[in-house]
């Protein structure tokens, strides 16, 4: 595996992180967009003590992965990044929330052809008709494939679940597409 540094927000203002940062900016926004507003806490306090407890949970699984990670503090947000080849790189974003883990992944530099568009829908309706998560869809700004998946926390989830169920899910994903 090629040594990587990890890629930092104000990385990608390079033009050769140009890229990546199209990708970032599409899964941030999708982040954004799509985050379930449901809380089964009883207070604010009590809401932020899980959130620092599912961060906690989700370092420890990175850590102990081969993922390159930061965490964005405005964002409250993990951004990751793991080689495939020479060539291909997997972006991850995990945003750790009170009762559940909301996660997403894109391969860089593999979009998906305009002329191959359609083959691909059909691909993800396919893929998400037979597999419950991740779910597959295109972002039309850059035609990336991303992976999406919302794992709900239990009282028996620890960070070996988290990176096995989670991590190893959304990268598998990404690489049969």
């Known amino acids: 595996m090629a040594e990587q540094t990890p890629l930092y927000i104000a990385d990608c203002k390079s033009k050769e992180n140009g890229e990546k940062m199209k990708v970032w900016q599409t899964i941030k926004i999708a982040l954004k967009r799509r985050m379930l507003r449901r809380h089964y806490c009883n207070s604010e306090a009590e809401k932020a003590s899980y959130i620092a407890l599912t961060r906690t949970l989700v370092k420890c699984a990175l850590d102990n992965s ?18 495939v080849d020479d060539t291909t790189e997997v972006l991850l974003a995990v945003k750790p929330r009170a009762n559940y883990i909301h996660a997403q992944s894109a391969v860089i530099k593999r979009p998906v052809a305009p002329l191959k568009l359609t083959e691909a829908l059909l691909f993800c309706n396919k893929w998400n008709s037979k597999s419950l998560f991740p779910k597959a869809y295109i972002d039309g700004s850059n035609n990336s494939l991303i ?9 028996k989830t620890n960070e070996e679940f988290i990176r096995e169920c989670l991590l190893k899910n959304l990268f598998n994903a990404n690489i049969s597409f």
């Open 66 to 83: 081969e993922w390159e990670y930061h965490f964005d503090k405005e964002e409250d947000c993990f951004f990751g990044t793991l080689a």
């Open 147 to 155: 992976a999406e998946t919302v794992m709900t926390l239990g009282e």
